[in-house]
């Protein structure tokens, strides 16, 4: 038996403060020029925008579906849906990228037990099983990567977990993302094998990704809504879905008997994808 | 290690852009000990010799301790002689567009040093910014 515990306090310091501690993984050439994980992703953002010609409102859309998400999470740091010109109109902070396309500076914790199939039925009358399980690294320095819309890491960890799991990416009912900012949710989107390249935004623009959608994203309010205390993330990424796959969640529920949880450290620095099965 | 026939002074190699180029070719910034075709680098260029063009940019609003606000930043690429090398930097001003030639300028400090959460001694903190030319 093994209790996996993820937590992080953050609240104690100022905006500026913490945002420094999280530059501080960035390579030496990156922080001396104050090059913050935001200002990493207003990059991303315009390249991405630029290059698949995807419109400003695509993002701000995944802002919007993840906070209406997170009002039925009880343990979600914001319970309160926005609307898209509350998005659009929000200060900038990384231009092109406005207030609410950044997750909120979080406390928090999370926990899984594990143990071995042939137990479980002691300790539980529904679990889920790990069925795949990936991690993989991309360049330490962001701007070397070939392409900057491409997040190498998230490619290579959902191929090993795909591959082990034995499934593919059209057979994942439900998916918890990484949107520390909205573009993440795109670029995990499509390297995941949800989309193809520059199709992510079309998706949440068609509502695919909703919760009542062919493939649900972020039920849980995502990194957005529910916050994102760096430490707890993603074991709280696949705190939900085990909950979808039992069929726990409540409110939140959706038809879902597998489930991915994608964990992004840095800006795509090092990943781990997870594939759980329910079993009822 | 060599310099690509490039002169250097004491004075000017403090100011050098340095970039590492690899057997296969290829050439990062900045240099590490093995290149993305795992090889030691053989050589080194002065990108600061070379204009590049702005990839994309963002004007950061909410900087850390010791950080101008706002900072404007770009990925910019510069053509060594064909070869595409990519780097990161702070724009000399807020007025930048994608396709903008720039040029490196040299800055003694780019923010300020034990203002953030790194020890000042644990980096250089002068380094290049970008400069559009027109």
Redesign the interface.
């Known amino acids: 038996m093994t209790l996996l515990v993820g937590g992080e306090k953050m609240t104690h310091r100022s905006t500026a403060e913490a945002t420094d501690v999280i530059a501080s993984l960035t390579h030496p050439v990156e922080y001396k020029h104050g090059v913050t994980l935001p200002s990493f992703a207003g990059l991303t953002a315009r390249h991405y925008l630029d290059k698949y010609d995807a419109p400003r409102e695509s993002l701000g859309k995944v802002a919007v579906k993840n906070h209406k998400n997170g009002v039925d999470n009880p343990h979600a740091q914001f319970r309160k849906e926005v609307d898209l010109d509350t998005v659009l109109e929000s200060p900038i902070v990384a231009d092109p990228l406005r207030l609410y396309d950044f997750c909120p500076i979080t406390d928090g914790s999370a926990a899984l037990m594990f143990c071995p199939e042939s137990v479980a039925r002691e300790y539980a009358d529904d679990y889920a099983v790990i069925s795949g399980i990936g991690g993989a690294t991309d360049t330490h320095v962001v701007h070397e990567r070939a392409d900057p819309t491409t997040m190498g890491g998230v490619v290579h960890s959902s191929e090993q977990a795909y591959e082990m799991a034995d499934i593919g990416p059209d057979d994942v009912d439900v998916a918890e993302l990484h949107d520390m900012f909205t573009i993440l949710e795109f670029l995990q989107s499509e390297d995941l094998g949800f989309f193809e390249k520059g199709e992510g935004w079309k998706a949440v623009e068609e509502g695919v990704t909703d919760r009542d959608g062919e493939l649900p994203i972020n039920t849980s309010g995502g990194l957005k809504s529910k916050g994102h205390p760096l430490g707890a993330s993603g074991v709280a990424q696949v705190y939900e879905v085990y909950k979808q796959v039992v069929g726990e969640a409540g409110a939140r529920q959706v038809d879902a008997e597998t489930g991915l949880a994608c964990n992004v450290g840095g800006f795509g620095n090092c990943v781990t994808t997870a594939i759980l099965e329910g079993r009822q | 290690m060599s310099d690509d026939g490039n002169e250097s002074t004491p004075d000017t190699t403090e100011r050098t852009m340095e970039a590492y180029r690899y057997p296969d070719g290829s050439i990062?910034?900045?240099g590490h000990p093995l290149g993305?075709g795992g090889q030691e680098p053989t050589g080194t260029v002065d990108l600061s010799e070379y204009a590049a063009e702005v990839?994309?940019?963002?004007?950061?609003?909410?900087?850390?301790?010791?950080?101008?606000e706002p900072?404007t930043?770009?990925?910019v690429e510069f053509d060594v002689d064909g070869e595409p090398v990519?780097?990161?930097?702070?724009v000399t001003t807020d007025e930048v567009e994608?396709g903008d030639e720039v040029r490196p300028v040299y800055c003694e400090e780019?923010?300020e040093p034990g203002a953030?959460?790194?020890e000042p001694a644990?980096?250089?903190?002068?380094?290049f910014r970008f400069e559009p030319t027109e």
């Open positions: 990062t910034y900045p993305p990839i994309t940019w963002t004007t950061s609003t909410a900087t850390p301790p010791g950080v101008r900072n930043l770009a990925i990519r780097a990161i930097g702070q994608v780019l923010r953030g959460i790194r644990s980096q250089e903190w002068d380094g």
